[in-house]
Nanobody, 126 residues
Framework: QVQLVESGGGLVNAGDSLRLSCTASGSTFRSDNMGWFRQAPGKEREFVATISGKGMRTYYTDSVKGRFTISRDDAKNTLYLQMNALKAEDTAVYYC???????????????????WGQGTQVTVST
């Protein structure tokens, strides 16, 4: 069983930066493919970024490319999402998620993710 706990959300101004963290428990973190999703008010949950097992590959949704960076520190069992140049449209609850896969693939669909955190709120004010 994998448990995920996100932190680092908050209220910031447009153009500011935030770094989200996701600490995982479970013996397979070091090889699990991981991802970040977000859900804005009144909208469906959407894919943001994913990182393959051991961090060899990353993939982002178009709207965050060049602004967000996903990374992992396997020694700390922690996944990160560095968010720069934040925009009002980035406002959402951000969720960390883990797959049951350990490979070099990149997974963008929610159906591939077996474990989810409780979410952390990010609000960007203009």
């Amino acid at each position: 069983q994998v448990q995920l706990v996100e932190s680092g959300g908050g209220l910031v101004n447009a153009g500011d930066s935030l770094r989200l963290s996701c600490t995982a428990s479970g013996s397979t973190f070091r090889s699990d493919n991981m991802g970040w999703f977000r859900q804005a008010p009144g909208k469906e949950r959407e894919f943001v970024a994913t990182i393959s097992g051991k961090g060899m590959r990353t993939y982002y949704t178009d709207s965050v490319k060049g602004r967000f960076t996903i990374s992992r520190d396997d020694a700390k069992n922690t996944l990160y999402l560095q968010m720069n140049a934040l925009k009002a449209e980035d406002t959402a609850v951000y969720y960390c998620a883990a797959t049951a896969y350990s490979n070099s693939g990149t997974y963008t669909q929610m159906e591939f993710y077996s474990y989810w955190g409780q979410g952390t709120q990010v609000t960007v004010s203009t």
